[in-house]
C-alpha cells in the first residue's frame, strides 16, 4: 500500500540551527500538509502545498518556516533558526481526493 | 478561535460492547468533520469523514453529525482490543481543505 515517508525519524538540534525535514508523498497525490504535534498536545495545522505554492498557512508559520517541493517528489520543511518550542513530532500529509489526506510516520524534532 | 473540544478519557469499553465517542465544535461555519485514530507515538490514520448531517456507516464504525447541535460522534460496534487508541475528532471549513483543527483525543481503552 502506498504510504507517505518522513526522513529522519528523529532529529535533535541545537538551539538556532537550520534543519530541513524531509517528506516523499504518495505518488499520484497533489495536496500536501506540514502538521505538528507537542508531545501530550493537540495535533496542529501549519500548512497547505498546492500547484508548488502554499494555500493556506497557519500562525504558526512564520518567517521561521518555509516549504518546498525541490524536485517533484520530495516536499520540505526548513525551520530557519531552531527555538526550544519547535520540539514536536512533525508529520507531512497528502491527499489526491478530498478528504481522505494520508499521513507520513512522523519526525520528532528536539531542539537542545 | 476556532475549538474543537472531546473528553480526553480514559474511556473503558468492554470487549464486544459499542464505544461512542463524541465531539463537539465551536465555528458554526464548519464543513466536514473527520475521525483520527491514533496509536501511542504514532501518525494520525484517517477513520472516516463526514459532511452531511446524520449518520455515515463503514463498517464497524458510525460518524454521526448533527450541525444544528455542533456535534459529531463515532460509534465503534463490536470493539476490538486493536481498536484501544486515542481518537481524534478534526475539523474544517469546507470540504477538500485539509486545514484541519484537532481536538486533544479521547483515549479509549477496550478490556478484553
Known amino acids: 500500500e502506498p504510504e507517505v515517508t518522513q526522513t529522519p525519524s528523529h532529529q535533535v538540534t541545537q538551539m538556532g540551527q537550520e534543519v530541513i525535514l524531509r517528506c516523499v508523498p504518495i505518488s499520484n497525490h497533489l495536496y500536501f500538509y506540514w502538521y505538528r504535534q507537542i508531545l501530550g498536545q493537540k495535533v496542529e495545522f501549519l500548512v497547505s502545498?498546492?500547484?508548488?505554492?502554499?494555500?493556506?498557512k497557519s500562525e504558526i508559520f512564520d518567517d521561521q518556516f518555509s516549504v518546498e517541493r525541490p524536485d517533484g517528489s520530495n516536499f520540505t520543511l526548513k525551520i530557519r533558526s531552531t527555538k526550544l518550542e519547535d520540539s514536536a513530532m512533525y508529520f507531512c500529509?497528502?491527499?489526491?481526493?478530498?478528504?481522505?489526506?494520508?499521513f507520513g510516520q512522523g519526525t520528532r524534532l528536539t531542539v537542545v | 478561535q476556532k475549538e474543537v473540544e472531546q473528553n480526553s478519557g480514559p474511556l473503558s469499553v468492554p470487549e464486544g460492547a459499542i464505544a461512542s465517542l463524541n465531539c463537539t465544535y465551536s465555528d458554526r461555519g464548519s464543513q466536514s468533520f473527520f475521525w483520527y485514530r491514533q496509536y501511542s507515538g504514532k501518525s494520525p490514520e484517517l477513520i472516516m469523514f463526514i459532511y452531511s448531517n446524520g449518520d455515515k456507516e463503514d463498517g464497524r464504525f458510525t460518524a454521526q453529525l448533527n450541525k444544528a447541535s455542533q456535534y459529531v460522534s463515532l460509534l465503534i460496534r463490536d470493539s476490538q482490543p486493536s481498536d484501544s487508541a486515542t481518537y481524534l475528532c478534526?475539523?474544517?471549513?469546507?470540504?477538500?481543505?485539509?486545514?484541519?483543527?484537532f481536538g486533544t483525543g479521547t483515549r479509549l481503552t477496550i478490556i478484553p
Open positions: 478534526a475539523v474544517a471549513m469546507r470540504f477538500g481543505n485539509e486545514k484541519l483543527t
Open positions: 502545498f498546492y500547484n508548488n505554492e502554499i494555500s493556506e
Open positions: 500529509a497528502s491527499r489526491a481526493d478530498p478528504g481522505k489526506a494520508f
